[in-house]
């Protein structure tokens, strides 16, 4: 089992420049989560997918959209990208059955100029 | 808005002493708490959860639960300098609306330094 994939690793966008950043996970986990992590932060939630066909607000959502696909993926767009969006994101996966542990993807390096 | 409070560090300890690392939290309804391991430049990985009061063992980890204190800790024995990382408490959110039962809130990390 691969367990959480994104893509890409690392991006360089121009502010201003969309981009979707894309998560699957292999473990048929029910929630789907994408944080960023900044220095001095820690990790704070953007949008959340507690289940196949919903998704919720974060802490920090304004800038961003997702759409849980299907089961496995995730993804999360910027439609325009701004400076203050330089971060690392990592995406997550849980399920009840397994007492809401979260398991992180690798994370995804944006930095926007 | 939940909290989860730990002490930023670094936390410097030889290897093979006992390091400590602690988190308190906000909610006293919290039930279920995870430690995560960050290695520089990598994503956090669980390396123990806990959701009963006492101690919880795992070979070289010892997790700690007090609910009436909202305090948890990590332990970790014979320390390493492998084990040097960021050390991430997280907190699973309980009696919310919806789907916020699913989110953890995470303290921002404790800095582990194990010096050889």
């Known amino acids: 089992n691969a367990g959480v994939t994104q893509t890409p690793k690392f991006q360089v966008l121009k502010t201003g420049q969309s981009m979707t950043l894309q998560c699957a996970q292999d473990?048929?986990?029910?929630?789907m989560y994408w944080y960023r992590q900044d220095p001095g932060m820690g990790l704070r939630l953007i949008y959340y997918s507690a289940s196949e066909g919903t998704t919720d607000k974060g802490e920090v959502p304004n800038g961003y959209n997702v759409s849980r696909l299907n089961k496995r993926e995730f993804s999360l767009r910027l439609e325009s990208a701004a400076p203050s969006q330089t971060s690392v994101y990592f995406c997550?996966?849980?399920?009840?059955?397994?007492?809401?542990?979260?398991?992180f993807g690798p994370g995804t390096r944006l930095t926007v100029t | 808005q939940k909290e989860v409070e730990q002490n930023s560090g670094p936390l410097s300890v030889p290897e093979g002493a006992i390091a400590s690392l602690n988190c308190t939290y906000s909610?006293?309804?919290?039930?279920?708490f995870f430690w995560y391991r960050q290695y520089s430049g990598k994503s956090p990985e669980l390396i123990m959860s806990i959701y009963s009061n006492g101690d919880k063992e795992d070979g070289r980890f010892t997790a700690q639960l007090n609910k009436a204190s909202q305090y948890v800790s990590l332990l970790i024995r014979d320390s390493q300098p492998s084990d040097s990382a960021t050390y991430l408490c997280?907190?699973?959110?309980?009696?919310?609306?919806?789907?916020?039962?699913?989110?953890?809130?995470f303290g921002k990390g404790t800095l582990l330094t194990v010096n050889p």
């Open positions: 909610d006293r309804g919290s039930q279920s």
């Open positions: 997550a996966s849980s399920d009840p059955g397994l007492n809401y542990e979260q398991y």
């Open positions: 473990m048929n986990h029910n929630s």
């Open positions: 997280a907190v699973k959110e309980e009696g919310g609306s919806g789907g916020s039962n699913y989110k953890l809130t």
